[in-house]
């Protein structure tokens, strides 16, 4: 009350100096006193005396400032109060920094914190006060385009002391281990923010002040800060234990923008923490990377790759470094195995599982460590193609690898293989594709794996339909229809030969004696174009035991497909003989030719090599590794290699006794048959694909034919250059193209 009477109210026609006063003092008891309390009266007093003031021209037409600059009556009032305020919050601000000059660090800035709410809180009630003139005059001069007159409130921001460096210091102690009051921090620099002003719009907050007073020095005090601790922790430590500390104080970065920095920091401090203790350090990991693989340090890669992959390019040398350990580790698989086999092949088995192993590992790594990043699953691959094409014991063949995983599907896909389960078997297979997707030559695997189903249905040692159903349906996802046709359609025969042999066994016993059937009998009938199968090479005399169901058969099928001829397979056909000489009786599985000599017995004891050739046709290579088996197995005698005795004595353990073994003449022929009808496959394959792009383009020159033929065909095998040259002259021979007229290496298609 003493106040008030102190400074009356002024009435509605007072002057400035007299209305200033009134107000000043409210101001002041405002920005000062605010604790003490300020009357629900008073409030209203000081907000109508600075209203009066500001209509007050309008309400008595003042002349009295006419010709300043020809602003005049309310323009010339609100300029005078404005002014006032503007000379209150300097010498306001100047007595608060003479107060805060002999404060340092942690005491200057809760010093200015504290001031800065009570600063904040009463600007806040004064802005309230000056509401006309805010809404009027000050919207008015901004209008007109007037710079540097804001609002009452942004007006008292205006003006700051320069506080980053106490700031900076608070962040750097943080940094070295001590606790700070982040809750402080966060308040002053959320000061700065306030403090920006924004040109075009004052009540648009703008981030100059906090930029160029906080963020700039506070950026580069980081990157001299982690470029020294950097370097000096290098010095004294590995790459691995730096690994661990770049990854902690980047999430303590991270961390501290969420506390207590402006989000608009975040890029440009990460970005300058990445530079300094990654990129800056980034040779010094890629030399480590090789060390981190050889010893499985898996969460040191895990950081390793982590960190590199935030820094442009920094994981390229990483992923050729893989891409070398990777090939690396499988050649020397394989050449342990080459090392620690006894004789000259390696076991399909033992060569599939040791490049599965270098895969499996590898894989792992790239999962686990790498994240599965495409740039490391592409090393991973080019590496396993290398390996698996050309290593220790492919040599210089790049069909052997192909070979080696048919055979080995052979075994898993045969009765008696070591895979038990369903489950564990559709594994097994799975792995089989992990290995044909890096294998080349897919048209060698093709051509074996072929060869050795054939040999599974017609001995009937499959381990079960389904399993070979899913290879063929595994192979038909990763080549296509094509590439499966043939071993569809042996399956198509196998089924037609079955209801082939029930038909054949019905006519029969409605047409001869039961005596006549002795024989039990069965039958494929396999197309020539499917089946990779080879007519013998020489002459057969058929048995006269089994020659009448042979003729029976040739007429019944005759009277059902009078066009077709039937091709009968020997070398492929098996049989089985009940011995009727000894005391125990015995079934003896043989091959063709095997029951051609044995039956020769049952008209005397003792032939000689001659009489059987003489006797069965067979050739003397094939008869003389038939008849060694026979003695091997105990069932001829021989005291040399012309005679060949029945031997009366013979015993075995198992009434069923296989004499069926394969061939070593055969095997190798075989392999020699495969690999030459690949050859001539390949021809075929080449020129078609040529006439197929000449068909779609017209005319191509020598050159990008070449690469558009290698590029339709590398998915098949990997045709060679001089293939496709002599491919395409085999075309111009056969004009299905030709040269363009006065060009040398451009073609044309022949129409």
């Known amino acids: 009350m003493s106040q008030a009477a102190a400074y009356p109210m002024p009435p509605s026609t007072a002057s400035l100096a007299e209305t200033w006063t009134f107000l000043e003092e409210g101001v002041d008891h405002i920005m000062v006193r605010l604790r003490e309390g300020v009357s629900y009266s008073k409030y209203m007093a000081l907000y109508t005396v600075a209203y009066n003031y500001c209509t007050s021209s309008r309400m008595h037409g003042s002349q009295e400032h006419q010709g300043l600059g020809g602003r005049t009556g309310a323009n010339l009032m609100g300029s005078d109060l404005y002014n006032h305020l503007i000379k209150y919050f300097t010498n306001h601000l100047k007595t608060l920094k003479e107060t805060s000059d002999p404060l340092l660090d942690e005491a200057l800035l809760r010093y200015y914190a504290q001031e800065w709410d009570r600063y904040t809180t009463g600007a806040n009630y004064i802005n309230r006060l000056f509401t006309y003139l805010n809404r009027h005059w000050v919207k008015r001069e901004k209008d007109e385009g007037r710079k540097n007159v804001y609002t009452v409130y942004t007006l008292s921001l205006s003006k700051n002391s320069k ?59 980081t990157e001299k800060y982690y470029k020294t ?16 500390k770049a990854e902690e104080r980047l999430r303590e970065e991270e961390d501290r923008v969420e506390r207590y920095l402006n ?99 590898n894989s792992e790594t790239v999962q686990r460590s790498f994240r599965g990043e495409a740039g490391f699953v592409a090393s991973l691959d080019k590496a396993c193609r290398e390996f698996v094409n050309r290593n220790a014991a492919t040599g210089n063949s790049s069909t052997k690898s192909p070979e080696l995983l048919a055979k080995h599907s052979d075994a898993l896909l045969r009765k008696n293989n070591k895979v038990s389960e369903a489950e564990g078997l559709e594994d097994a297979l799975n792995q089989v594709m992990i290995l044909f997707k890096y294998i080349e030559d897919k048209d060698v695997f093709q051509s074996f794996y072929t060869t050795k189903l054939s ?3 017609i001995h009937g040692v499959s381990a079960s339909d389904e399993a070979e159903a899913s290879m063929i349906s595994k192979l038909k996802e990763a080549c296509g229809f094509e590439y499966t046709n043939k071993l569809s359609r042996m399956f198509t025969d196998m089924n037609l030969s079955k209801d082939l042999t029930d038909q054949f066994k019905e006519r029969m016993e409605q047409t001869h004696e039961a005596v006549d059937l002795e024989i039990n009998f069965s ?68 091959s063709s030719y095997q029951m051609a000599v044995l039956t020769q017995y ?99 020159k020598n050159q990008p034919l070449i690469q558009e033929v290698i590029s339709q065909i590398s998915q098949r095998f990997a045709p060679k250059i001089p293939d496709i040259k002599k491919a395409i002259d085999t075309l111009l021979e056969k004009e299905y193209i030709e040269r363009v007229d006065g060009t040398r290496d451009t073609f044309s298609y022949v129409a």
């Open 163 to 221: 506080l980053a460096g106490a700031i900076l210091r608070l962040i750097e102690m943080q940094r070295n281990g001590d606790t700070i009051d982040q809750g402080l921090v966060k308040k002053v620099i959320e000061s700065f923010v306030s403090l920006g002003l924004d040109e075009q719009d004052s009540n648009k907050a703008s981030l100059e002040v906090y930029k160029e007073h906080f963020e700039t020095p506070f950026i580069n005090a």
């Open 602 to 700: 049952n008209d005397v004891d003792t032939l000689s090599i001659d009489e059987l050739q003489t006797a069965t046709a067979v050739s003397k290579e094939i008869l003389s590794q038939v008849l060694a088996l026979l003695v091997k197995a105990k069932i001829l005698v021989s005291d040399d290699s012309e005679q060949f005795d029945l031997n009366p004595s013979f015993k075995s353990k198992k009434i069923r006794v296989n004499l069926n073994m394969p061939i070593k003449a055969q095997e190798t022929k075989e392999q020699t048959e495969v690999l030459k009808n690949v050859d001539e496959d390949r021809k075929f394959v080449i020129q078609a694909t040529i006439v197929r792009i000449m068909k779609a383009r017209k005319t191509m």
């Open 263 to 361: 989000s608009s920091t975040r890029k440009t401090l990460i970005g300058k923490c990445e530079q300094v203790l990654i990129k800056d350090h980034s040779e010094r990991m890629w030399e480590d990377f090789q060390n981190l693989l050889d010893y499985d340090k898996d969460e040191d890669l895990q950081r390793m790759y982590a960190l590199l992959s935030r820094i442009p390019d920094g994981l390229e040398p990483l992923r050729r470094k893989f891409e070398e350990h990777v090939k690396r580790a499988g050649l020397s698989a394989v050449q342990k195995l080459v090392g620690a086999a006894t004789e000259g092949d390696v076991d399909p088995k033992a060569y599939v599982d040791a490049l599965l192993e270098v895969h499996k590992k």
């Open 229 to 244: 601790e950097s370097e000096a922790f290098l010095s004294q430590n590995s790459v691995s234990d730096y690994l661990k």
């Open 523 to 590: 039958i494929m009938v396999l197309g020539t174009n499917f089946w990779p199968l080879n007519p013998p090479t020489h002459d057969f005399t058929i048995p006269r035991e089994i020659l009448p169901t042979y003729e029976r058969f040739q007429r019944y099928y005759q009277s059902k497909h009078s066009g077709r001829k039937l091709t009968w397979l020997w070398n492929y056909s098996k049989n089985e003989l009940r011995t009727n000489y000894l005391n125990q009786k015995y079934i003896l599985m043989t």
């Open 455 to 457: 040999k599974r249905l």
